[in-house]
């Protein structure tokens, strides 16, 4: 079935460094990717998405480009700010009818002045 | 655009009685509603597909009988948790469907004493 991975663990890092979340899936034909942020007590919003292979989703800062050859969706931003502390969330829509989502586990992300 | 509301933010109740918690879609029309349960520090859980005019779907281990969910109208889904538990209690987010992405809403914190 579709799946996604997220790396393990929060990141904590300084304000303007560069941020990597590594995302990989598994599914059988091509969906469609998307990364959520989710602040502190609020639900999800959509950061980006992208369709199709090679497609790069970018939105406040941040890339993601769907490799289908290494099944990747790496989140980047080169300068994070203390407001982009959240929990990302990788997630793939199947290709039924209905394009359910498939979550990765999320990453705490955490800025320091 | 794409913007979905909760109602309400947050519910306390009493063990035995019933919750019903409502989204809409505000400025588009879904006719695929979804229904998502958080635990602390946990990736979304999907607990059910809301199709409008139709019963919904469940995911496997989510009891259609505790959880009902009726999506009367092409902007409004209603999840109401019957006979609660301690065990309920959880941060219940919904999304709507638009084209291939979800939009959110902001969630409900259900806690039941």
């Known amino acids: 079935g579709n799946s996604v991975t997220q790396m393990e663990g929060p990141v904590t890092l300084s304000e303007e460094a560069f941020l990597t979340i590594n995302c990989t899936y598994t599914?059988?034909?091509?969906?469609?990717l998307f990364w959520y942020v989710q602040y502190p007590g609020e639900g999800l919003q959509l950061l980006l998405k992208?369709?199709?292979?090679?497609d790069k989703g970018s939105n406040k800062g941040f890339e993601a480009t769907y490799r289908k050859e290494t099944t990747s969706f790496h989140l980047e931003k080169g300068s994070v700010q203390v407001s982009d502390s959240a929990v990302y969330f990788c997630?793939?829509?199947?290709?039924?009818?209905?394009?359910?989502?498939?979550f990765g586990k999320g990453n705490q992300v955490v800025v320091i002045p | 655009g794409a913007v979905v509301s909760q109602h309400p933010s947050r519910v306390i109740c009493k063990s035995g009685t019933s919750v019903k918690i409502e989204c809409r879609s505000l400025?588009?029309?879904?006719?695929?509603m979804f229904w998502y349960r958080q635990f602390p520090k946990k990736s979304l859980m999907l607990m059910a597909t809301s199709n409008e005019g139709s019963k919904a779907t469940y995911e496997q281990g989510v009891e259609k009988d505790k959880f009902l969910i009726n999506h009367a109208s092409l902007t409004l889904s209603t999840l109401t948790v019957t006979s609660a538990h301690p065990e309920d209690s959880s941060f219940y987010i919904c999304?709507?469907?638009?084209?291939?992405?979800?939009?959110f809403g902001p969630g409900t914190r259900l806690l039941v004493l």
């Open positions: 999304s709507a469907r638009e084209d291939r992405a979800q939009y």
């Open positions: 992208a369709t199709k292979a090679d």
């Open positions: 997630a793939l829509s199947d290709l039924g009818g209905n394009n359910r989502l498939a």
């Open positions: 599914a059988t034909g091509y969906p469609s």
């Open positions: 400025d588009f029309q879904a006719t695929t």
